[in-house]
T-cell receptor
Framework: GAVVSQHPSWVICKSGTSVKIECRSL??????MFWYRQFPKQSLMLMAT?????????EQGVEKDKFLINHASLTLSTLTVTSAHPEDSSFYIC???????????FGDGTRLSIL | AQTVTQSQPEMSVQEAETVTLSCTYD???????LFWYKQPPSRQMILVIR??????QNATENRFSVNFQKAAKSFSLKISDSQLGDAAMYFC?????????????FGTGTRLKVLA
């Protein structure tokens, strides 16, 4: 149980394009989803927290117009990197939680490479 | 604000031996959760073990156990009978139990090497 699917696992695209990453909870309802960014050999950096049906809460220093987050249903959240540039290249991971008594369950991550 | 510290960037253990990874945290809250996650080279985050602060008994999951010292704000992970598959980055995480958000505060991680 508690499976989170993240797609795509790897994407390469040209500078200036927008990229959408999907995060789905497959067997539970995720009231809250989280988006992280991880640089090589570093810890996870929380970018934003999204609750179903409401606007995402972004961490300090994260550009909300650059990283658009939508959490339209209890099983799906999306992260869109708009007008991506090489400095946006990174590993992005989502996680989901059903309630305050349950741990976060993580997707497998997306490796984003911007040429 | 809460903080999580993992003071060991890297640890090594011989296969079949026991290793302990340290984690300390700082908080003024009394209600919180602590977690250990494992991130192998595949980079998937795998929940290893969790501990509720209100529970005095240390959590155990097969070969994995914790030493939770609430007064000292310490939460170490013990891996017994280490296996090659245990090699990974290990992250300690804190989550408030009383605030409205479920967000984690992660430590910087400990890379565990298992020697054959």
């Amino acid at each position: 149980g508690a499976v989170v699917s993240q797609h795509p696992s790897w994407v390469i695209c040209k500078s200036g394009t927008s990229v959408k990453i999907e995060c789905r909870s497959l067997d539970f309802q995720a009231t809250t989803m989280f988006w992280y960014r991880q640089f090589p050999k570093q810890s996870l950096m929380l970018m934003a927290t999204s609750n179903e049906g409401s606007k995402a809460t972004y961490e300090q220093g994260v550009e909300k117009d650059k990283f658009l987050i939508n959490h339209a249903s209890l099983t799906l959240s999306t992260l869109t990197v708009t007008s991506a540039h090489p400095e946006d290249s990174s590993f992005y991971i989502c996680s989901a939680s059903s309630d305050r008594n349950q741990p976060q369950h993580f997707g497998d991550g997306t490796r984003l490479s911007i040429l | 604000a809460q903080t999580v510290t993992q003071s060991q960037p890297e640890m090594s253990v011989q296969e079949a031996e026991t290793v302990t990874l340290s984690c300390t945290y700082d908080t003024s809250e009394s209600d919180y959760y602590l977690f250990w996650y494992k991130q192998p080279p595949s980079r998937q985050m795998i929940l290893v073990i969790r501990q509720e602060a209100y529970k005095q008994q240390n959590a155990t999951e097969n070969r994995f156990s914790v030493n939770f010292q609430k007064a000292a704000k310490s939460f170490s992970l013990k891996i017994s009978d280490s296996q090659l598959g245990d090699a990974a980055m290990y992250f300690c995480a804190y989550r408030s139990g009383s605030s409205g958000t479920y967000k984690y505060i992660f430590g910087t991680g400990t890379r565990l090497k298992v020697l054959a």
